[in-house]
């Protein structure tokens, strides 16, 4: 069984990073890395994307940084659990 440990300095899997992205009621965004310890958040898009590039280049040295980021903007609805 495979368990969460700091990914620093680890190369990903692929060539890319995937970042759930979610809009906050109140304004701005936060991005969060699937399988990754990497968050951030801005108040535009645009401002988001380079926050995400920050925080990668951050976590990874040059040698080891994906070359691709995806954002998937994701929309949160509440539903009942119960049929």
Same mark, same amino acid.
């Given at each position: 069984?495979? %368990?969460?440990?700091?990914?620093?300095?680890?190369?990903?899997?692929?060539?890319?990073?995937?970042?759930?992205?979610?809009?906050?009621?109140?304004?701005?965004?936060?991005?969060?890395?699937?399988?990754?310890?990497?968050? %951030?958040?801005?108040?535009?898009?645009?401002?988001?994307?380079?926050?995400?590039?920050?925080?990668?280049?951050?976590?990874?040295?040059?040698?080891?940084?994906?070359? %691709?980021?995806?954002?998937?903007?994701?929309?949160?609805?509440?539903?009942?659990?119960?049929?």
């Amino acid at each position: 069984m495979r %368990t969460d440990k700091s990914k620093a300095g680890k190369k990903p899997r692929g060539e890319e990073i995937i970042f759930l992205v979610e809009e906050f009621s109140e304004g701005g965004f936060e991005a969060r890395a699937l399988g990754f310890s990497i968050f %951030t958040e801005a108040e535009s898009i645009s401002e988001l994307k380079q926050a995400i590039r920050d925080a990668v280049e951050c976590h990874f040295s040059a040698k080891l940084r994906p070359p %691709t980021l995806l954002i998937g903007l994701c929309r949160p609805a509440a539903f009942s659990s119960s049929s």
